[in-house]
């Protein structure tokens, strides 16, 4: 499978060492881009249209998952979104499933085959 024929994954995390082991998991199956911030997740949706999934954080400073999630809904309404945290309290869960409409919720630390079986469903 070459890149073009991959499915395009938008994904979001202020740990740098997350977004790189999310890299090295799923580039085999997909065409990874990653971003540290919901604003920078904006800004690569805006500039790349052809993103398929979307997976965030929740936790982040700034903007939180949840409302990352929201705005990117409104830009990729057709894109499955994924929340991928370490903080799975009960309020973030409401906001992420409310605000974000989100396919998946997983919790961190998150098996690889698990993670790569929620991106390849969605």
Not at 22 to 51: C, N, P, Q, W, Y
Not at 94 to 122: H, M, S, Y
């Amino acid at each position: 499978m070459n890149e073009s024929t991959k499915p395009v994954v938008l994904c979001v995390d202020d740990e740098p060492r997350v977004l790189s082991g999310l890299m090295l998991l799923l580039r085999r199956h997909f065409e990874v881009i990653t971003a540290a911030s919901g604003a920078d997740g904006l800004a690569a949706i805006k500039s790349r249209r052809d993103i398929q999934v979307v997976m965030s954080d929740m936790r982040m400073p700034g903007m939180d998952g949840s409302t990352f999630l929201r705005e990117a809904r409104k830009a990729l309404p057709d894109a499955p979104r994924i929340l991928l945290t370490g903080n799975a309290d009960v309020e973030s869960a409401i906001a992420a499933v409310n605000d974000g409409q989100i396919f998946r919720f997983l919790i961190k630390p998150c098996p690889p085959e698990t993670t790569t079986a929620a991106l390849l469903a969605a």
